[in-house]
């Protein structure tokens, strides 16, 4: 066995344990694929696995974990877990600490002292597309091939076990399809592989065993894991308003002068009270078209009109009145250090009674008010967003990848949630990638592709989203 | 322009040893007007949130002054009594911003990442953790400005101004920065750890000077002379 664990219980902090009885034993070259809801303990269990949690983190493990021949909880054998292990964290702004490509991936092995480590690292960049790109700057790197780099620096040093905790998180159709593929090969070349998804489908293939985290624990075996299979969360496509709530007349954009056009003469319009789903591939522009609709940034040429007005002429507080942005990282979005300050904030703008505010809040908002906003999970912070969304009481909505990093249950009750500002007759528009927004909530989808925008049937969307990654993992 | 990291490193040091130790006005406006104008025409378009940061601290550190400071009324205008120790501490403390973000815009213009490792660790011996923090402080600045952009345009979003004026909206400007910036910090390390870091094996080498190199520590030097030289002449400079 490559992979032996018998753990009583692990945790961040003595007595209060995130996982309990997990038992594993994993053979070389088998592919273990885990699911499980938010929050549940599944990155955990990388970092228990490799050492970290109690190595790098002060966490508290009872029990044993073999990993090939080594003893990861061992300080002294910890620090050989780099020669065995690759590990790909699931925010690439996580984990590149280089500021190029080439650098990234030399840095590794300089660590592991390779011989000839300049050839190497050009090959491996070959080998995920990047030898173009060896001497750019990060920043100026797509998502997916990020998360490229990030498998490049991982596996430069031939590892045996390769861990991917949510490899497809925001990611777009093809670059799921990359990731699919590459996994493919590394299990073609023997590698053990244990991957953690949101998404599990899309390793369903590969997977020799599935497992899933819930209850604390790691539950193996094919009864636990179909409900975090995807399934049909249908909502119903209601009929819309036919007022406008946005319109684009020939509208251009580009950054600055230098900078190349995102938007060139292109024209669309929203109803109010409908669910507009927008796609297009990393880079595209998606999120830029979501903030000159909020109203964040101003149109080069053309027009852009939110309810007949032009959202970045408006004062702050009149535009919040319009339209809201929670951005796809939901730290960006919160402006006090406490829930009850943030909370307070909306209600006083929204001329509600904080009170009442709280009296409607989730329970486990109100138990937490006095927390700061950053110490929630993700999946909090997400759900704490939404919440300040709903006070705002804003008549368009833009969400930027809302479904990233939530489990299956959180997506149905985020579709609800929006099903339910629907309802209020509220815009709710969507950057997404996500094929289930398309699928199950929205009434109309727009794709940002060659500097336009331009409208999707829903079933073309589907299509267009599913064929890359249905082409590999079939 | 290359110049070898090690050389910066001593030279971004020295400037800010030299922005706290210093107290004389006229010293740290030579050496700020000098490294400023260096630092913006080096660094000014690759950061400018940060300038536009400074720009905004400014405001803060004059109402500071204003509030805080004693001395003579230089001039009174309504309620407000502007006093000799305000424009002073002003000054003082607006200068040494200005050296301190000097050092950083042409330290993290001038190298990257590795090379600086690579040059700390082998060239100057110092520890591995220590250069690898160094260095990646020039990662995180990057990602540093894209964060603040970022945040500056939610601010709007939530309906603030997105430049804060009070002490309160400073607060809720930084407090999502730290917040990402630790989260980030944490993780690159244990990132760093599973690639390996620990095992890392450092080869000292000698330092190669070339002529940048060389420029840049006669530069050091000349600073470093005439502050001391003014320190020991000092200027009469006084807001009587």
């Known amino acids: 066995m490559s992979i032996v664990v018998n753990v009583e219980e692990a945790g961040y902090i003595k007595g209060r344990p995130v996982l309990r009885d997990i038992n594993l034993e994993l053979g070389e070259g088998e592919v273990l694929l885990i699911a499980g809801p938010t929050g549940s303990g599944k990155s955990t269990f990388l970092l228990l696995l490799t050492g970290v949690l109690t190595n790098l983190l002060y966490g508290y493990v009872k029990g044993t974990v073999k990993l090939f021949d080594i003893n990861p909880l061992d300080p002294l054998e910890f620090s050989l877990v780099p020669k065995y292990v690759g590990i790909v964290l699931q925010s690439h702004e996580l984990q590149i600490a280089m500021q190029t490509p080439i650098d990234e991936v030399l840095f590794v092995l300089e660590n592991l002292k390779y011989p000839k480590p300049m050839e190497r690292a050009r090959l491996y960049l070959l080998r995920y597309g990047l030898l173009s790109k060896a001497g750019e700057d990060v920043e100026n790197l797509s998502g997916g091939e990020k998360k490229r780099l990030c498998l490049a620096s991982s596996t430069v040093h031939e590892p045996k076990l390769l861990i991917l905790d949510e490899p497809t998180a925001n990611l777009d159709p093809w670059g799921v399809a990359e990731v699919v593929k590459y996994v493919r090969e590394m299990k073609e070349e023997g590698k053990t592989i244990i991957i953690t998804e949101h998404k599990p489908d899309y390793f369903l293939n590969l997977a020799d065993r599935v497992a899933v985290i819930e209850d604390k624990t790691l539950k193996t075996g094919k009864e636990y894991f179909e409900k975090y299979l995807s399934r049909e969360l249908r909502f119903l496509h209601t009929s819309t308003s036919e007022k406008t709530s946005v319109e684009a007349e020939s509208m251009s954009f580009k950054y600055c002068k230098e900078c190349p056009l995102i938007f060139k003469k292109t024209s669309f319009s929203l109803k109010r009270g409908e669910v507009v789903a927008i796609v297009g591939p990393n880079g595209s522009g998606k999120t830029t078209l979501g903030k000159i609709i909020s109203g964040l940034l101003k149109p080069l040429e053309g027009r852009l009109l939110l309810m007949g007005r032009e959202p970045y002429r408006l004062k702050s507080r009149e535009l919040l009145r319009k339209v809201i942005y929670v951005p796809q990282e939901p730290a960006y979005f919160f402006v006090k250090t406490s829930i009850e300050g943030e909370v307070k904030l909306a209600s006083q703008v929204s001329g509600l009674e904080y009170s009442k505010v709280v009296e409607k809040l989730d329970p486990w908002i109100r138990a937490r008010l006095r927390d700061s906003p950053y110490t929630l999970s993700y999946g909090q912070k997400k759900w704490l967003s939404q919440t300040l969304v709903s006070i705002y009481g804003s008549r368009v909505v833009v969400l930027d990848e809302p479904t990233a990093g939530l489990d299956i249950n959180l997506v149905y009750r985020l579709f609800k949630w929006m099903l339910e500002l629907k309802k209020e007759g509220r815009t709710v528009i969507v950057l997404t990638h996500d094929v289930r927004v398309v699928k199950d909530i929205a009434d109309r989808v727009l794709v940002v592709c060659g500097k336009q925008v331009s409208e999707l049937s829903i079933s073309d969307a589907v299509e267009y989203l599913e064929a890359p990654v249905l082409e590999v993992i079939k | ?240």
């Open chain 2, 1 to 240: 322009m290359r110049v070898n990291p090690s050389v910066l490193f001593i030279y971004g040091l020295s400037l800010t040893i030299m922005a706290f130790a210093l107290r004389e006005l006229s010293a740290l406006a030579v050496l700020a007007l000098i490294n400023l104008t260096m630092g913006v025409l080096l660094g000014g378009r690759k950061y400018r949130s940060l300038l536009l940061a400074f720009a905004v601290s400014l405001i803060g550190v004059w109402v500071n002054a204003l509030v805080f400071a004693g001395g003579e009324p230089l001039l009174t205008v309504g309620p407000l009594v502007v006093r000799s120790g305000a424009v002073k501490g002003f000054l003082e403390v607006s200068l040494k911003l200005s050296l301190l973000l000097s050092a950083t815009l042409i330290f993290s213009s001038l190298t990257s990442p590795r090379d600086l490792l690579k040059s700390l660790e082998s060239e100057l011996g110092l520890p591995k953790q220590l250069s690898f923090m160094v260095s990646l402080s020039l990662r995180l600045l990057r990602i540093f400005e894209k964060d603040l952009a970022e945040i500056q345009l939610i601010r709007r979003s939530r309906g603030l101004r997105p430049i804060p004026l009070t002490p309160g909206e400073w607060a809720s400007l930084i407090s999502p920065l730290l917040s990402i910036g630790l989260e980030r910090g944490k993780w690159v390390g244990v990132a760093a750890e599973l690639r390996g870091f620990s095992l890392r094996k450092i080869e000292r080498t000698r330092i190669n000077l070339h002529s940048a190199d060389v420029a840049l520590l006669a530069l050091l030097v000349a600073e470093i002379v005439l502050a001391l030289y003014i320190h020991l002449n000092p200027l009469d400079v006084s807001f009587k």
